[in-house]
């Protein structure tokens, strides 16, 4: 087995009628389902703050959702309060078939740091053990599926791709954000990095 299938972050809070909704990001449940059937490995990714994280606006006296500040390890995009350890809003959505994760990999619980990407944190240098497991599972093709295409999923297929897993995004089981073009951005930052964009 040497492939495995990522579904990044498929939580209340990123779905429509949550704290961060991303438009449609509830009508790619039942094609994740089918996809994670015929996966020979199946991970989730799972965005957990703590209360008070230091990505969320309300944190910043002054700042809105959305607004960019500099934080110690570079720009980072102020969030409002979303997936916050425990809260309904951090659960995965009910839609989605759970049963078939061999890893649940939890990211961002970090007060300092934000975590985009299922290898590292925002400062692209703490690793999340991710790549240690697949190694030590011998998996070297990875498919990412979730939310949302221009954050987490993208900086997730770029560092598989920078640390020589082959990388493929299924953009018809993604749902973007899209803050001032960044969807068209990522989508051209990965196939600059060699990441396959179905």
């Not at 495995?4 to 990001?25: E, K, R, S």
């Not at 607004?67 to 425990?86: M, N, R, S």
């Not at 970090?110 to 690793?127: C, G, H, K, L, V």
């Not at 018809?172 to 990965?190: F, P, T």
């Amino acid at each position: 087995m040497s492939h495995a299938l990522i579904v990044i972050d498929m939580q209340n809070d990123f779905c429509p009628g949550g704290a961060l909704a991303v438009a449609g990001g509830d009508e790619i449940v039942a094609g994740i389902n089918t996809r994670m059937a015929d996966a020979p490995c199946v991970i989730l990714t799972q965005d957990w703050h703590p209360a008070g994280h230091s990505s969320f606006a309300s944190q910043h006296e002054g700042r809105a959702p959305m607004d960019v500040i500099e934080a110690p390890y570079g720009p980072q995009v102020l969030w409002p309060d979303h997936c916050v350890q425990g809260s309904t809003g951090a659960a995965f959505h009910p839609g989605l078939d759970t049963t078939r994760a061999e890893l649940i990999l939890r990211k961002g619980f970090r007060p300092e740091i934000d975590s985009y990407s299922a290898f590292f944190e925002n400062d692209q240098r703490t690793a999340t053990g991710l790549e240690g497991y697949l190694r030590t599972r011998g998996i070297t093709e990875l498919e990412f599926v979730g939310l949302a295409t221009d954050f987490c999923v993208a900086w997730s297929a770029l560092d598989a791709a920078r640390l020589g897993f082959k990388a493929r995004v299924l953009t018809e089981l993604c749902r973007g954000i899209d803050l001032d073009g960044s969807l068209a951005q990522a989508v051209s930052d990965l196939r600059a990095a060699g990441v396959t964009v179905v």
